[in-house]
């Protein structure tokens, strides 16, 4: 941000200075066409009062106007300007209205004089043709002898005259003023010099307004590339907050993922701990209803067996009453026959068998049991329907948490091309070959580099890791990829590097150096190396070079700082020239 208003504020004070400058040059324009047109060569102030005279019905003379190119030569002009001073623009009116051009003016803050017409006879060096007509008074009245130097002036001024000498001084008895000449009005060529000096400084305005618009366009250029940093911050500040974001969201995914799998762990254990008490419930469920129905089948055995005994005992008793004894029945098989009392006892025993229930178990005949296996197979629904809506949240996580990190591949995958294509262009500038090739992370969907160089051009790229570079030619790719980097977005202008030649030898300084030069257009370097004591081991592969040499044993101070250079006097200034900074 500071270098964006550092920018604005240096291109509003340039375009301010040029348009002061065109401002300035279209009044010496008019000035100019004024002037050979004959017009007054006045004020602006002036001529302005003296038009305002006019409309108020007061005739004026501008005495500077009338005046003009009256002198016979240079000298002369100088001797009547020292004389005249401030007067040479005086407004002359007629004495009757002197007292309201005076009013006039003091209404209007006029600045310079204003004095009235009337006879008089200047001898000295305000005598002048064109004198007359009503200026004799205000001539005779600041006339002046000339001296051509403050001796021959002083002998005037002690015999009681004023006197003028040509460097546009008067010397008075009790005023003296300096009025140096600027404008030669009174000059026989006075509208000539007064045109060359209007077009001398309209050239000097002319190559004011160049410059302004060269500096301009370098501002501008600056204050574009201040505007196109500010935009790469601010979107790699959101670029960051994105990453953040995402990263947050990611890291809720996997709290949530790792909530839901628990949540869904649990529920399957739960949905298996039912289902199989559900099993356990449907194997007794049928193993009471085999019971069941084998009592059921007991039971009606007993009541068929009962009444066959109960239809033979009837018959019996109805034929020991009513009928003898069958034939060949003799009373031995009367007396096999069980008594009435035993058939008694046997038949209440089975009543007793088919009335006694309370033998089987309760849960045998208890109904309950099929409600509690339907509330099982419910609540075993319930769960199952659960896992399924925890599944589903589940997949969506799933798919958000796979989105944030195809973003970030992509991300990652832009920013790496971009590295890779800085990366060619500077390995290529160098004179070697280089590429960088995405390649898997040491953690599971993670993602890494890999630098590949080839020292020479044609030679199969190395990976850095490799053996088979040295440690020169590793610490030239370390620098390399450093430029490559900050390359990116324009992030820097200005680089200063520390001992840069640590570790390398003449081929890889050498090859250094030529990228730097070679990259000088886009980016500034400052070095920091040591020297060999007379500060020329780095001087031959930089533009400009300080060096600081160290103490003598003995000596108190330290010699003089060195400035070395390359370049020649005319190249080293057009080196600073092009640089917009002054050579200090």
Request: glycine share 14%; aromatic share 4%.
């Given at each position: 941000m500071a270098a964006v208003e550092s920018a604005e504020i240096a291109l509003s004070a340039c375009l301010g200075t040029r348009h002061a400058a065109e401002a300035g040059t279209a009044t010496l324009q008019e000035d100019l066409e004024r002037l050979l047109a004959g017009g007054s060569a006045a004020p602006a102030i002036v001529r302005a009062f003296h038009h305002q005279l006019r409309e108020a019905g007061i005739g004026a003379i501008v005495l500077g106007d009338a005046l003009a190119r009256t002198a016979g030569d240079a000298t002369g002009s100088a001797h009547a300007q020292a004389a005249l001073g401030d007067a040479l623009w005086a407004v002359v009116v007629p004495p009757a209205h002197y007292q309201r051009a005076r009013e006039l003016a003091a209404s209007t803050g006029y600045p310079w004089p204003v004095a009235p017409a009337g006879p008089g006879t200047p001898s000295g060096v305000l005598k002048l043709a064109g004198s007359d007509g009503g200026l004799g008074a205000l001539l005779a009245a600041l006339d002046a002898v000339p001296a051509s130097g403050s001796s021959e002036s002083a002998s005037l001024i002690e015999a009681g005259a004023d006197a003028t000498t040509p460097d546009?001084?008067?010397?008075?008895?009790f005023l003296s003023r300096m009025t140096p000449v600027r404008e030669h009005v009174l000059h026989p060529a006075a509208r000539e010099l007064e045109a060359s000096r209007i077009r001398q400084a309209m050239e000097e305005s002319r190559g004011l307004i160049a410059e302004s618009g060269a500096e301009a366009a370098s501002l501008r250029e600056r204050l574009a590339s201040a505007y196109r940093l500010l935009d790469a911050v601010r979107r790699l500040q959101e670029t960051r907050q994105a990453f953040r974001a995402a990263c947050q969201l990611l890291a809720g995914a996997r709290a949530a993922y790792r909530s839901a799998a628990q949540n869904h762990a649990n529920a399957s254990a739960s949905a298996k701990e039912l289902f199989g008490r559900l099993q356990t419930a449907k194997a007794e469920a049928s193993s009471l209803e085999e019971r069941a129905t084998a009592a059921e089948g007991r039971l009606q055995a007993a009541e068929k067996e009962l009444g066959t005994l109960t239809s033979r005992r009837l018959a019996a008793e109805l034929a020991a009453q009513a009928a003898p004894l069958p034939p060949g029945f003799t009373e031995a098989d009367f007396a096999r026959l069980e008594p009435a009392s035993t058939l008694e006892v046997r038949r209440s025993m089975l009543e007793a068998e088919v009335n006694d229930r309370d033998r089987f178990a309760d849960d045998v005949r208890d109904p309950v049991i099929v409600s509690q296996c339907e509330a099982e197979e419910s609540r075993l629904g319930d769960v199952e329907q659960l896992v399924a809506d925890r599944s589903g949240e589940l997949e969506a996580q799933e798919r958000m948490v796979e989105e944030s990190r195809r973003r970030y591949d992509d991300h990652i995958r832009?920013?790496?091309?971009?590295?890779?294509?800085?990366?060619?262009?500077?390995?290529?500038?160098?004179?070697?070959?280089?590429?960088?090739?995405?390649?898997?992370?040491?953690?599971?969907?993670?993602?890494?580099?890999?630098?590949?160089?080839?020292h020479k051009i044609g030679e199969n790229p190395v990976s850095y890791q490799e053996g088979i570079h040295s440690g020169g030619q590793g610490t030239k790719i370390a620098i390399m990829l450093l430029l490559a980097a900050m390359s990116l977005g324009q992030a820097a202008d200005l680089l200063i590097v520390d001992e840069h030649n640590a570790h390398l030898d003449g081929t890889n300084t050498g090859q250094i150096a030529q990228l730097m030069r070679r990259l000088s257009s886009r980016i500034q370097f400052i070095l920091s190396a040591p020297t060999d004591g007379k500060g020329t081991t780095v001087a031959g592969s930089c533009?400009?070079?300080?060096?600081?040499?160290?103490?003598?044993?003995?000596?108190t101070l330290s010699p003089p700082v060195r400035l070395m250079s390359r370049l020649d006097a005319s190249s080293l200034d057009a080196r600073f020239e092009s640089l917009q900074q002054p050579l200090i």
């Open positions: 546009g001084m008067r010397h008075g008895r832009a920013l790496v091309r971009r590295l890779r294509d800085n990366f060619s262009d500077i390995c290529g500038t160098a004179g070697i070959d280089g590429r960088i090739e995405l390649v898997p992370g040491d953690m599971q969907e993670e993602l890494g580099i890999d630098v590949l160089v080839s533009d400009i070079q300080v060096t600081f040499l160290p103490r003598d044993p003995g000596h």
